[in-house]
């Protein structure tokens, strides 16, 4: 008999190659036979199950892989027809069957083995005349091209090649992995002892998708995560994470955040799962000064987030923070960043008051230090106000600096102004979920 396959998407007869192979009918298999009796047959059978016929072997398909094949069909432009709610794609060796209960397909060849080189199930045919043939074409015609184009075509879990006049086609298992990747910007070194951790929120709580540490601040990331829940996750945080002991829920630091969509989220401190704003509201201002210290030259030598006018009051406006996080104040050198003290209230004492090298008078209840013994003088150098995770992951100011100023040498109690950087130096980046060939899920 000559096979056709139906390949066109006006429903032109094609032969495979340009030409129909005479096959006589005691060398061919039976044609497929696609019924609801023989899909209800092979229901429960796993996804795959191989029938010996007349001339050759059934494969039956069912699950995913039949909704696949079902798909490719519909793509390549084989005749479709429906009868009582069941809709039937069918060609010649290959043929589907959609319906209430699942999709059910049957690929028909002189020869079929399970479990072969990795793949679920392997079809070997002739080049005309046989199941994995006029796959090999269906897959050919799902991308547009001619079965001439290649010697191999793939799509999806479906691969064929052709080699002189043999055709073999493989099905590849159901993937259970799935790619996260992620791109990382503006993000600094946690410390020896800390680690950033990722992070896929689902349905069933969240799902850690790996640690890692930042060296340079704009670094890519590949991370394996079970497909189901790649498939399942609607959100990425990015926390901050003790590198030992640690809770396996995650810790409140949650740095970047962003939603899926169409597999793709764009990470912010301003999601509502990380800071919920980017500090775009946050401004302040400092003056020089040694309250510790009886001296009346040693304005220059100390630093006070205080404005005098106003009580005096605060000089800081800063949005509140979510739990795991705190203010601290910095002045940085070409010796390096020096603490000024850590605080949640801009209208209170930081942590350590006048700091460790105050002198021995009382100190102001605000933000500030005095550098008197050893002594540092100030002007040349720079005002920052970061946010840092709590507890302290490290000596070094995080990557979050809203709030920056360079400060002059003014007399003592002159406000000077600390700009807003937060537009230009928040971290950000992107996660992607992607299949095993490198698509968007």
Known sequence: MKTRFWLGTMGTALYLAGCGGDVTSDEAPENVQVDAATAAGAQGSGEV???????????????????????????????????????????TYVGCLSRTEGDYCQVVDTSATTRTDGFLVTIHGRRFGAGASELFGALAAAQGRSPN????????????ERSGSNVWCGLRPAPTQAELALRIIGLEPVGPDYVYEGWLITPNGPITSGRFDVRQGDESFSFEVPLEVAKESTTFVLTVEPAFGDDPAPAATHVLAGDFSASLSTLSVQHPAAFGQ????????????????????????????????????PSLDLPTLP??????????????????????????????????????????????????????????????????????NSPLPFALKPLVGEIADRPMGVLQPLANQSG????????????ERGRPL
């Open 149 to 160: 184009a290649a010697q191999q075509f793939q799509s999806g879990r479906f691969l064929c």
């Open 278 to 313: 980017g500090f775009g509201s946050a401004k302040g201002q400092f003056i020089l000064g040694t309250p510790s210290s009886a001296a009346a030259d040693d304005a220059a030598y100390g630093i006070w987030f205080v404005d005098p006018t106003a009580g005096p009051g």
């Open 49 to 91: 199950r191989i029938r010996t016929i007349r001339g050759g072997r059934v494969v039956d398909l069912t699950g995913a892989a039949a909704t696949e094949l079902f798909d490719l069909l519909g793509a390549a432009g084989f005749e479709s027809s429906n009868d009582g709610g069941s809709e039937l794609r069918l060609g």
């Open 323 to 392: 739990e795991g996080w705190v203010y601290e104040g910095w002045v940085a050198g070409p010796n390096g960043p020096v603490s000024t003290g850590r605080f949640l209230n801009a209208a209170g004492a930081d942590q350590d008051r006048g700091g460790p090298a105050a002198g021995p008078e009382n100190t102001p209840p605000f933000p500030g230090q005095d550098f008197i013994d050893p002594a540092m003088f100030l002007p040349g150098l720079t005002a920052v106000i970061s946010v840092e995770p709590e507890p302290d």
């Open 424 to 435: 230009r130096n928040n971290p950000r980046g992107l996660a992607g979920l992607f299949d």
